[in-house]
């Protein structure tokens, strides 16, 4: 045990190099584990199951305990996929800084963009028993990407605005005009803000609208959070902290006004009913509600990062899943699936059923392994830092 | 006396801008859309009143055949497929002796005529979506699946009982109170257009 952790600690130093922001390794690497815990449990709990406000629609779920350890997973698109906006500001400047020229950088991202297209279809779709059209998390990631090759040329306070816009107002929006009846309409309106499960195959859950806004606040995160000094990120901590406090506060009262900015309104008082908030799109409630949860956990993230033990034990751990997200997300569906692809997609079903003990202890032995094996990754893209690798 | 203005720094007047020009954009929208229909249902409006039903039901009148629904008397009927199947609908007429549970009643006779209704409930009182109404639970037997259903009866001002249902093949009580409720509190009535 003690080899493995001079093993993280030694990997650490070689490859992180800007060790002030392992604060953003650490919050990113606690969503991974969590999100794979969403994802093993939907993969082989009967009781287990997502699709909160698509439309509108509400599946209920068998009692509060099912509905917690799903509501937990919220937490996982939003982090991902802000801090993936956050990093991706800091390597663009540092691409330029290094004298990358802006069309490089441009098609860089373009070119990254489709690599996580081609993903979902080999990799992420099949995963989930769906057809490689399914616009799932990556692919919005990916387009995302290729928005962004252009949208970095904006200013990053105009970038700001727009994402807060976007956020604050995307529930407003009215997609009726295109047709629903050619089914490139229909795809379009899925990828764009309707999330929808109804007409196979053209179906996807993480439409462009909203999440390219929280990619943006995550740029805008990046590009201030870019040059700053040690001392300067540590200061951060207590910001962080009452944004968080502040953000959770806005989402109470969001809910108990039960109006603008629930795409599921609140139908009592039960903790289920509070919590129960619109994910297929986010809705204001949701994001208020993780992004808040993300601003603590960066928060907590600056505050043990300077710690002895940081490197090591569970928090090496936790930090060598958020060093490596792509690799970790592409290989810890297959692992916890733990089944061969279906040439039939929708018949998707596990041989038999796991109860909640045996999935808790099937999530933390697959998290050790994928632990091993992102240490292996690290490994590798240190021997071949050119070829492919440089894009998961 | 040369009143010297305190220089505002670049960073607080771009923070302020984007301040007023979020809010102004967010503030205008949501008095904008202060009455619209929420996402994922429809707005039904005929008849001497309105409200919203789950978008995937396609609604239809007159499931009695060549019967127009009228202010006093009809009835409307929307369906989804898939596995979450989920039909709803809505019955109005006059209130008469019996009060709701006869109109609940009518309902049950009617739907066993092509199906065999089991489980039928004892009917509680309760507010749902802020009225207060009689709720009946029952199973339809379809195929020999049983498929559950909530029923929801309230008289409107005007003297005019409307039962509300709703059945779904898997998505249980949780889903049909929810959906009821839903439709429930959207539920608006208008005064007569000519006296009964």
Redesign the interface.
Known sequence: MRSMASGVQETVKTVTGASRLEFIDFARGIVMAIMAWDHVSGFWNQFHHGGEG????????VDTTWFLLRFVSHYCAPIFIFLAGTVLAISVKRRLEKGESQRDVTLHLVKRGLVLLFFVAAIEAPAFTNPWTYFGVIACIGVCLIIFSLARRLPT?VI??LS??II??H??LDLSFIPTRPNWGWYLRVILHEPSF?RWPYVGLYPIIPWVAVMGLGWSLGNYLSGKSTEKINGLKRPFALAGVASITAFIVVRWLNG?GN?V?R?GNTLVDWLYVSKYPPDLAFLLWTLGGMCLMLALGIHIQGREWFHGGLTGMITSFGRNPLFFYLVHLWLYRAQLPDFYPRAYAPPFYLGLPETLLFWAVGLVVLWRLCLWYEKLKRQYPKPILQYI | MIHMATPISPRYR?AA??LV??VA??GF??W??RG?T????QLYSGSGFSFIY???CSLREAVVFFRLPSYWLGDLQGESS?E?ATVMGVVWEAERAGGVPATMDEIIDAASDYYQITDIGVDVDMTLGGKQVSVRGFNVLVNEVSVPGLMAGWVSPEGRVFVMYCLSLS?????L??QL??MMASLKTEPPPQPR
């Not at chain 2, 998505?171 to 889903?175: A, C, E, P, Q, S």
């Open positions: 698509i439309l509108g629609r509400a599946p209920p779920f306070k700001l605005a807060l816009v604050l107002n529930s407003f109804d603008y795409l309104a139908m | 771009d801008i984007i020009v979020v954009v967010t929208n949501v904008q859309h619209d929420p996402v994922g249902y789950p978008r995937e898939g979450a998505r249980g009580d949780d889903w109170t929810f409720s839903r």
